[in-house]
């Protein structure tokens, strides 16, 4: 099956930066999304990657590297509100998404 | 734009009763629904996918007596859980695809449903 691979969680610290990695399987592959999803509530856009590179939009940017199966996710300045798990999907040659296990990231202050 | 409205928002239910979960696109036209369930500190797991018109696509392992799928217009898609039972409780998530949108998928805010 397709694995898309992303740590379980990570912990880091208000004001900082950090960066969720996610790896996934290179064949079939139409895009990235990534998402955030606070504790009880639907998933939210974040991003979407087809080509390589790095996408910024505010505090969040999001990188791609097709030949590797790679790709990251940065947030800057990080605020509490930040806390929340983040998930990688990866857009199959079907066009639907495989999701990651997600990330849960811990800010503290 | 892209709003996606999920009806009810929670629900509590007797053992053995069916619930019947709404998911619409407010504006924009949906031709494929998803509905996901997501356990708690679990990953979304696609349960199947709807495209209006058509019968469901149901993922492995998913019951499609006991998931009852429907997508009869553009907008609305309905899951009917039947014959609940307390190992259904769950956070079911639906989300609406716009194909012109580069194939990212919309979320509505979810439905907690609890079996009792």
């Known amino acids: 099956g397709q694995n898309i691979d992303q740590p379980t969680e990570m912990t880091a610290t208000e004001g900082a930066i950090v960066q969720i990695n996610c790896t996934y399987q290179?064949?079939?592959?139409?895009?990235l999304f990534w998402y955030q999803q606070h504790a009880g509530e639907a998933p939210t856009f974040l991003s979407y990657?087809?080509l390589d590179g790095l996408e910024e939009k505010g505090r969040f940017s999001s990188f791609l590297s097709r030949s590797k199966g790679y790709s990251y996710l940065l947030l800057k300045e990080l605020q509490m509100k930040d806390s929340a798990s983040y998930l990688c999907?990866?857009?199959?040659?079907?066009?639907?998404?495989?999701w990651g296990a997600g990330t849960k990231l811990i800010i503290k202050p | 734009g892209a709003v996606v409205s999920q009806h009810p928002s929670w629900v509590i239910c007797k053992s053995g009763t069916s619930v019947k979960i709404e998911c619409r696109s407010l504006?924009?036209?949906?031709?494929?629904m998803f509905w996901y369930r997501q356990f708690p500190k679990q990953s979304l797991m696609l349960m199947a996918t709807?495209?209006?018109?058509?019968?469901?696509?149901?993922e492995q392992g998913v019951e499609k007596d006991k998931f009852l799928i429907n997508h009869a217009s553009l907008t609305l898609s309905t899951l009917t859980v039947t014959s609940a039972h307390p190992e259904d409780s769950s956070f079911y998530i639906c989300?609406?695809?716009?194909?012109?949108?580069?194939?990212?998928?919309?979320f509505g805010p979810g439905t907690r449903l609890t079996v009792t």
């Open positions: 989300s609406a695809r716009d194909a012109g949108k580069d194939y990212e998928q919309y």
């Open positions: 504006d924009f036209q949906a031709t494929t």
């Open positions: 709807s495209n209006e018109g058509s019968k469901a696509t149901y």
């Open positions: 290179t064949s079939g592959f139409n895009g």
């Open positions: 990657n087809v």
């Open positions: 999907a990866k857009v199959d040659s079907n066009y639907q998404l495989i």
